[in-house]
Every structure is written in C-alpha cells, then in structure tokens.
C-alpha cells in the first residue's frame, strides 16, 4: 500500500512541479537567491543518497559489500567511465565481495 | 513541420538513446527496493524524471517512511520548475501541448534545447521535442527490461544491486561537480548526512540535507 502511496504522490507532485514551471511568470522564480539555493538541492540531494545507500541501513552506519562497490565506481568515474559501466562495475565488485565473506 | 538541421536530430537522439538506458540501472533498484515490476515501470511512465524516480525508491528501500521518499523525490524535482519557466516562452505552447510540453520537461530536453540556439529558434524548440519523447520512449523501455531482469535474478545483494543503487547516484551526482566549491559542497553533504543519519527516522536525513544546499546558496559568494 504505501508503495503505491509513493509511487502516485510522487508522480502526481513532481507533474505539478514542471507545469508549475511553465505556468508561472518568469519573475516568480527568478530571484537571485532562489537560483543558487536551487542550483545547489540535487548536488546535496544526491551526495546524501550515496550516503544512505551505500553505507547506511536504516539508521545505522554499515561498511559492508556496498562500499566496495562503491570504491570501484568511483575508479571507474575517475576512468572516465560512461554511466552504465559505472553501475555494472558496481554491481559486479558488490556481488564478488558478498560472495566471498 | 519545416526541415530539421540534421545536427538537431543527432544530438536528439544520441541524448535520448544514452540517458534512456540508464532505465536499465533504475528498473533494477526499483524491484531492488522492493517495488513490483508494474509500480516501477509505471514511475518511469508517469514522474519520469531520473534523479526523483531514484530517490523515491532509494529512501524506501533504505526503510525510509513514504513522506521521506516523497519529499526527497520533490525536492530533486524543483529544478524542473526552472526548466519549464526557460521554456515557457520558446515553445509557445497552449492547451494539451503546453501540459505535454511539461510531462518531458527534464535536465536533457532543456539541455539540448538550450544547445541548439546557435542553430535558431525552430531547432530549439525541435531539439526539446525530439529529445523529451526520445528519452520517454528509451527511459520507458529500458526500466522494463531492468525491472525484469532483476525480477528474474532474485535477491538484490547476490547480483550486487544493492551497490548499483548508490553507484547510480554517485553516476548522476558527478557530471555536476563542475568545480571545487561544488565538489566542497558535495563532501560537505556527505558529511552531513553521515552525521544526522543516527539522529532522525530513517530517510529523513536525505531531505535534512536541503539545509546544506540552503545554507551555503543564501549568501552571493
């Protein structure tokens, strides 16, 4: 139930974003301020689900089989890697190092 | 509909193709997360914008509460209310259009729209189109082929999914650290987060770290 809760809320919301967005007069969302705050949300946004997914389990810090996957996206980043290598080299070290424990 | 420069539809499609199979990658965490195959397909269908399509389900599979998740996914969606106030006066739009124009208001329609200025007025609004429903189109079909396939494979840490997910962010987060004051904010982020995450219910700490964003961004640097 709540997955469907989240599933229609956040489509029903992030809708009524964009079409907020080209509704609105320009002026409303063009203060200086609002740009830079808005600027900077997915890059705090996105640093905290790195955190809460690869090395946190509910409310608790866990190093586990995740991080080493993470180490190796990281390399592979640093690489250059385009984006589906990144996640496939993820996976694949993740899965290598659950096995072996 | 006037001939289209042939560098608008490339630049178009090989967007539309390259960020459409990324939905490999989130069809896999949606089923990861506990989602059925149905419920993730149809994220990708109806909010269809990547980075909020991934939190929603990230936060829930991390145990976070449903509002959590919601506020998480809304907050990485404000940007596209400042796609949609770029576009507004390029498409012209009224009507159904403008409410279809919205639905693929996303970083790469508004990017390659805004890249084809050079090229005038009409490859704009083209490149915007072409690459809206491109990616639609890919975006759709590569979550299924995600969802099913890690259906199919079963428990998420045995084919290291539960590492996909977090790579998949580190992936998204990257091409947006331009410089070292967007990189400092990043790590402090991290950090923050890290800091927070035994002080509030799970999840929360991921829409807690809007602070930082609000904190740093109040003054002009």
């Known amino acids: ?101 | 509909m006037p001939s289209l420069p042939r560098a608008t539809v490339r630049d178009a499609l090989s967007v539309a193709l390259t960020v459409g199979t990324y939905g490999i990658a989130f069809g896999a965490a949606g089923v990861a997360a506990g989602f059925s195959v149905v419920q993730t397909c149809l994220f990708s269908l109806l909010t269809f914008t990547g980075a909020s399509q991934f939190a929603a389900v990230g936060v829930v599979g991390a145990g976070g509460a449903p509002a959590s998740a919601i506020g998480a996914a809304a907050l990485l969606g404000t940007r596209n209310a400042l796609y949609g106030m770029q576009m507004a006066p390029l498409l012209h739009n009224r009507g159904w259009r403008r409410v279809a124009a919205a639905y693929v208001t996303i970083d790469e329609s508004t990017a390659v729209a805004l890249s084809q200025a050079p090229r005038g007025v009409e490859a704009m609004r083209a490149g915007f189109w072409l690459t809206g429903t491109g990616v639609y189109l890919f975006w759709n079909l590569f979550t299924l082929a995600g969802a099913v396939g890690a259906h199919a494979l079963g428990s998420p840490a045995t084919w290291g999914l539960d590492a996909a997910v977090p790579a998949a962010f580190l992936g998204l987060l990257w091409p947006r650290l331009e410089n070292n004051f967007l990189r400092g904010v990043a790590v402090a982020a991290m950090a923050f987060a890290t800091l927070v995450t035994p002080l509030l219910p799970a999840g929360l700490e991921i829409v807690a770290t809007a602070l930082v964003a609000v904190v740093v961004g109040w003054r002009a640097r």
């Open chain 1, 1 to 101: 139930m709540s997955n469907w809760t989240v599933l229609i809320a956040t489509s029903a919301l992030c809708f009524s974003i964009k079409l907020g967005g080209h509704l609105v007069p320009e002026r409303w969302l063009s203060g200086a301020r609002f740009q830079r705050i808005n600027a900077l949300i997915p890059v705090t946004l996105l640093s905290a689900l790195v955190v809460a997914e690869g090395f946190v389990i509910r409310t608790r810090i866990v190093l586990d089989h995740r991080l080493a996957g993470l180490a190796a996206a990281l390399i592979a980043l640093l690489l250059r890697a385009p984006f589906p290598v990144v996640v496939l080299v993820a996976a694949v070290t993740s899965a290598l190092v659950y096995h072996l424990h």
